[in-house]
């Protein structure tokens, strides 16, 4: 999937001071990757130690989403240009490892 095919799926706001940072609006809080598209059903949940809430990463072909899903059951979505996904989850501590073929999806932790 694409940057510009996921921003088709809803209303992305750039985020302030954040170039290449997009937060979807318009969207109940309770939307769940999966809910937003089919296509991030196999995303997997992970840690990290810069994030207060459990982070999920899916890697797009040219960029990628990083949304946070809170205790509440509600969630905060991003979409990021390469540049700005490679900046954020350097921020996070999170390195991906190389995906293995077919598998846009990543979990830390675990693997």
């Not at 088709?8 to 997009?22: A, H």
């Not at 949304?67 to 240009?81: A, E, F």
Request: proline residues 6%; glycine residues 10%.
């Amino acid at each position: 999937m694409t940057f510009d095919a996921v921003k088709r799926l809803g209303e992305w706001m750039p985020i302030r001071d954040c170039p290449g940072r997009f937060v979807l609006h318009g969207v109940p809080q309770n939307l769940t990757l999966a809910g937003l598209s089919e296509e991030f059903s196999g995303a997997e949940r992970f840690e990290s130690s810069k994030a207060r809430d459990a982070v999920w990463v899916v890697l797009l072909e040219d960029g990628g989403m990083i949304s946070y899903s809170r205790p509440d059951g509600t969630w905060l979505h991003t979409l990021n240009t390469t540049d700005g996904f490679q900046r954020k989850l350097a921020q996070l501590e999170i390195a991906l490892p190389e995906p293995a073929p077919d598998h846009a999806f990543y979990s830390i932790g675990d693997h």
